[in-house]
T-cell receptor
Framework: AQKITQTQPGMFVQEKEAVTLDCTYD???????LFWYKQPSSGEMIFLIY??????QNATEGRYSLNFQKARKSANLVISASQLGDSAMYFCAMRGLNTGNQFYFGTGTSLTVIP | DGGITQSPKYLFRKEGQNVTLSCEQNLNHDAMYWYRQDPGQGLRLIYYSQIVNDFQKGDIAEGYSVSREKKESFPLTVTSAQKNPTAFYLC??????????????FGPGTRLTVL
């Protein structure tokens, strides 16, 4: 079975500071991908970053980086230099080789950036 | 522009009525998905389809039905059997490959309210 766990329902960060959003996963798939999405109050889901299970380096996309620790089955999202526009819900998701096209989502973390 | 469109953006339904939510994509993606999101919650999979004329039930398929007659279209019908249909509905699509950074792309969502 595939499972994604996000244990932080809400997080606060000061503008311009860095913040880490936690994500742990459970899978028996030998190959899988991990994704992070941002959902602003408008409701749209925006893809942020991807990490493959066999990637040797942690993924980075601009101010977003993924702290991937395979042995611990964690894929934490790090947002550097937080901006007011980063206030949103953030979802971690996984897709496994043996689960075809099905994505599994965590329950999300609500991030609020304080000016 | 390539993307996913959902209509309508807001939908009101009387109890006992069936309603159909539209989802169209021009990304030439094989796989399409419907998710339900309740306030403050994560995404729950209703149905997904990997190819035309084929679809699979997700975690909460009861009270919903879908069709996939064309690659670009995946409408969702919320039937009167769905006991609590008021929610935000998101449609997504992805390439068929189960590897690599084949993320899901999401539509803007439909907010359904039962009166």
């Amino acid at each position: 079975a595939q499972k994604i766990t996000q244990t932080q329902p809400g997080m606060f960060v000061q503008e311009k500071e860095a913040v880490t959003l936690d994500c742990t996963y459970d899978t028996s798939d030998p190959s899988y991908g991990l994704f992070w999405y941002k959902q602003p109050s408008s409701g749209e889901m925006i893809f942020l970053i991807y990490q493959g299970s066999y990637d040797q380096q942690n993924a980075t996309e601009g101010r977003y980086s993924l702290n991937f620790q395979k042995a611990r089955k964690s894929a934490n999202l790090v947002i550097s230099a937080s901006q007011l526009g980063d206030s949103a819900m953030y979802f971690c998701a996984m897709r496994g080789l043996n689960t075809g096209n099905q994505f599994y989502f965590g329950t999300g973390t609500s991030l609020t950036v304080i000016p | 522009d390539g993307g996913i469109t959902q209509s309508p953006k807001y939908l009101f339904r009387k109890e006992g009525q069936n309603v159909t939510l539209s989802c169209e994509q021009n990304l030439n993606h094989d796989a399409m998905y419907w998710y339900r999101q309740d306030p403050g919650q994560g995404l729950r999979l209703i149905y997904y389809s990997q190819i035309v004329n084929d679809f699979q039930k997700g975690d909460i398929a009861e009270g919903y039905s879908v069709s996939r007659e064309k690659k670009e279209s995946f409408p969702l019908t919320v039937t009167s059997a769905q006991k609590n249909p008021t929610a935000f509905y998101l449609c997504a699509s992805s390439p068929a490959s189960a590897q690599g950074v084949d993320t899901q792309y999401f539509g803007p969502g439909t907010r359904l309210t039962v009166l």
